[in-house]
């Protein structure tokens, strides 16, 4: 279901009008703006790097996720798929910037009622995060979708830039609870989404018919699509005999990172590196293959070098190796001599393109053999994953991003 985009102040009150009878409506979100609507010809207006910035164009998603009970298999799924989904929205044209968050929720009452991810270009750590959620709680039906939507909406870090496809993918199997107190009912979030740009899909996993009318209600007053899947997701989940390279191969380019600066930056890094320590230790082949194929795409290099990087600073001709004191090095360049600093960066600048390209030419090999094993099973239109991709492909190409293959990555 796709509906066209609100195009003025008075559709959009219109609308909040019709809705806000089934809500109670709070005055700090009576005011609704104007949805601003872009007419791009896609052929023309390609979003490409900024000359000026050196910023590429950004395409940010929250998943917003039920974690309750009933959606094991789906969360499964989806610490299965984060990557390929990722490395899906990658492969735009012109190769945007990724930032994802995750809003996980279950009911008033359960362990928690939502834990936010925020949006971040190191998915490293929210899929780590995501590792750790498992399906619990809930039971009476209904879940808080409101509040979990609201925070989507309203607490992560979207950018301000109107040039960026900002999108929340809510996902789950149970309406959303309307008699709570003190919640911000959805219609009044999604006149919100809309004046920030931001687009709601809904994807509902199984056949409850008052989720599916919630979902579709979602969908609609948000100018997004609603699709269904089984309680499993209906993901495309297929390994291949690329994967186990894929991974040892990723283990390799991850300890080609060195970082420098102060404490608090090595700090930092060594949360990176614990979390990487994470993935690499707990995460499935098949799931580190696909970060392997993320993290030598375009978009995949903020994720794979994290904060002040050394090896790229020094080789792109950023950073000069020697203006860095001492004490700001990698310790185990610190007691090195200058000239054994310079070998050691231009031996793992070549290490590391060396093992760029093996990932390229595994991942490629991957494609090609997934390709021919989905066009086998008759093809995977229904899947969790073809489903978000044909969303992003429309929404996204109104704001000049191009998805020009016929299927996503698996």
């Known amino acids: 279901m796709k509906l066209k985009p609100i195009k003025s102040k008075l559709a959009i009150a219109t609308l909040f009008t019709l809705t806000a009878g089934a809500v109670v409506l709070y ?4 005011s609704v703006g104007a949805n601003r609507t872009t007419n791009i010809d896609p052929i023309i207006d390609i979003k490409t790097v900024n000359p000026i910035t050196n910023e590429r164009p950004k395409v940010e998603v929250v ?6 009970g009933s959606m094991t298999e789906l969360i499964q799924a989806a610490k299965e798929k984060i990557w390929s989904i990722a490395s899906t929205m990658a492969s735009a044209q012109n190769a945007p910037e990724i930032r994802m968050g995750l809003v996980a929720y279950r009911d008033r009452g359960d362990q928690y009622i939502t834990h936010r991810i925020d949006l971040s270009s190191d998915l490293d750590t929210m899929y780590a995060n995501l590792m750790n959620f498992k399906a619990d709680g809930g039971g009476d039906g209904p879940e808080s979708v409101n509040q979990a939507l609201y925070e989507a909406v309203n607490k992560m870090s979207w950018s301000q830039d109107d040039d960026t496809y900002k999108v929340v993918f809510l996902v789950g199997d149970a309406p959303a609870h309307m008699d709570y107190q003190n919640d911000v009912k959805y219609p009044v979030t999604i006149a919100n989404a809309l004046q920030k740009g931001i687009v709601v899909n809904t ?4 056949q409850d018919t008052m989720a599916m009318q919630n979902w579709q209600h979602v969908a609609q007053l ?3 699509e609603y699709f269904q899947v089984d309680q499993a997701g209906s993901a495309v989940a297929i390994t291949t005999p690329f994967d186990q390279k894929l991974a040892e191969l990723s283990a390799k380019l991850d300890d080609t990172r060195m970082v420098f600066g102060d404490e608090e930056v090595k700090q930092r890094n060594a949360a990176k590196e614990q979390v990487v320590a994470t993935i690499e230790e707990k995460a499935s082949v ?3 293959a696909r970060r392997a194929a993320f993290n030598v795409s375009a978009s995949g290099d903020k994720n794979l070098l994290g904060e002040n990087e050394l090896v790229d600073a020094v080789t792109s001709g950023r950073v000069d190796l020697s203006s860095i004191e001492k004490d700001h090095l990698p310790a185990a360049l610190a007691p090195m001599a200058p000239t054994e600093r310079e070998k050691l960066i231009t031996e793992t600048a070549k290490t590391r393109d060396d093992l760029r390209k093996q990932i390229k030419e595994a991942s490629e090999q991957r494609s090609a053999y997934l390709k021919k094993e989905v066009e086998k099973a008759g093809g995977a239109k229904d899947s969790l994953d073809d ?5 992003v492909q429309s929404q996204a190409a109104d704001i000049g ?3 020009e293959s016929d299927a996503p990555e698996y």
Do not use: E, K
């Open 27 to 30: 005055p700090a979100y009576q």
């Open 286 to 288: 098949a799931s580190r």
């Open 203 to 206: 994807i509902q996993c199984g």
């Open 401 to 403: 991003l191009l998805y």
């Open 63 to 68: 998943f917003v996720l039920d974690t309750t």
């Open 222 to 224: 948000a100018n997004g």
């Open 387 to 391: 489903q978000i991709y044909r969303a």
